[in-house]
């Protein structure tokens, strides 16, 4: 196998965690960077089973720092980046749209440019991969999916920026003739999800025995994928994409919230042993997101038919996994919602 550098930005949090295990794991003739600025997001202890492996090195950093990106790709010559770093909750993007314009677009363009000028001369053997969403393209009625033909209509801003740094990439191939290859992937769900999101904090939610909050009427719909399954088509797409491609990257699991919050009650009623019933009685309807789009739902099948991938699990047997995660590692749960994980990385780097 031939031996190459990859740096794999934010590598800490939920999916690029679960991108640089399986890289370290399965290609040892590699080195790969794990670059993160290890905000409230990010965590090492998601990475501990792998973080003596002789292959693997974590630098902490931040991609809005230009000089900084610019200098590291200069010392340690990559033959190619993954790009997962991103603020991702749209919550957050709605309180504060300028942090997400700065992390995921200024972020991206100063990765892009610390590649070109690292890269000139020999950009068909370096390969630029941005992970991006399917929120890029807005809602969908009650029919239909998005593909990789679908125009961008983003409706929030985290959405917004994450469609202005795919339009950045795409421009960076086209002028500068650069690899770069992009992938919009439906919502994903697994262990290690940092848990103001739904799955995750439902769970700890109702192991608690707290409201757990649901939006509106709980009728909006989301695609779901494994957080493994995504690892694994990004590892497809990496090594087998045509430059310039677009690949939309879904779990063909469809739920409506409130459907997929019963689910998940019920399947942990039966986790704790409690009476069938007892953890749907904490749901808690809630105001509406503002700007919240209706349905997501995306097609894979170009994914599918020209590299070969499939998702491996449906959402039930996927959501059980995912419950027995939470429910046997308490303590990572238990440091990442009390805050104690930051403490300990702002003694360890600051």
């Known amino acids: 196998m031939t031996s190459k550098t990859i740096i794999i930005t934010g590598g800490a949090g939920f999916i690029g965690s679960h991108v ?3 890289f370290v794991n399965n290609y040892p003739a590699y080195r790969i960077i794990n670059l993160d600025k290890l905000t409230y997001a990010g965590n090492l202890a998601n990475l501990k089973d792998i973080e003596a492996k002789p292959n693997y090195q974590f630098v902490k950093g931040d991609i809005t720092d230009a000089q900084f990106i610019l200098e590291l790709f200069q010392q340690e010559k990559p033959d190619g980046i993954i790009h997962l770093a991103a603020e991702s909750h749209v919550d957050r993007s709605i309180t504060n749209p300028l942090e997400f314009v700065i992390t995921n677009v200024v972020g991206t363009v100063n990765l892009l440019n610390a590649a070109r000028e690292t890269w000139k001369g020999h950009y068909n053997s370096h390969r630029f991969y941005h992970v991006s969403t399917d929120e890029v393209y807005g809602a969908l009625g009650a029919t239909g999916m998005f593909t990789e033909e679908t125009k961008y209509d983003p409706h929030s801003p985290y959405s917004a920026s994450k469609a202005s740094s795919d339009h950045f990439v795409r421009a ?34 109702i192991k608690l025995n707290k409201p757990v909050p649901v939006y509106g009427k709980g009728e909006n719909v989301r695609d779901w994928l494994w957080v493994e399954d995504h690892a694994r088509a990004i590892d497809t797409i990496f090594h087998q994409a045509k430059t310039g491609e677009t690949y939309n990257i879904g779990g063909h699991n469809e739920w409506k919230n409130i459907d997929l919050i019963h689910l998940l009650c019920k399947i942990m009623d039966k986790k704790l042993n409690r009476a069938e019933g007892t953890s749907a009685k904490l749901i808690s309807f809630v105001q509406d997101r503002a700007g919240h789009d209706l349905r997501y739902a995306i097609d894979s099948t170009k994914l599918q038919k020209e590299l070969g991938w499939t998702p491996s699990l449906q959402f039930e047997e996927g959501l059980e996994k995912t419950v027995d995660w939470y429910l046997e590692n308490e303590d990572w749960l238990n440091h990442v919602t009390s805050g104690e994980y930051q403490k300990y990385y702002e003694e360890m780097y600051k």
């Open 20 to 22: 640089v295990r399986r």
């Open 172 to 205: 960076y191939h086209d002028t500068y003739g650069m690899d770069c290859v992009i992938s919009n992937c439906s919502n994903n769900y697994g262990a290690n999800h940092f848990p103001e999101k739904l799955i995750p904090l439902a769970i700890n939610n």
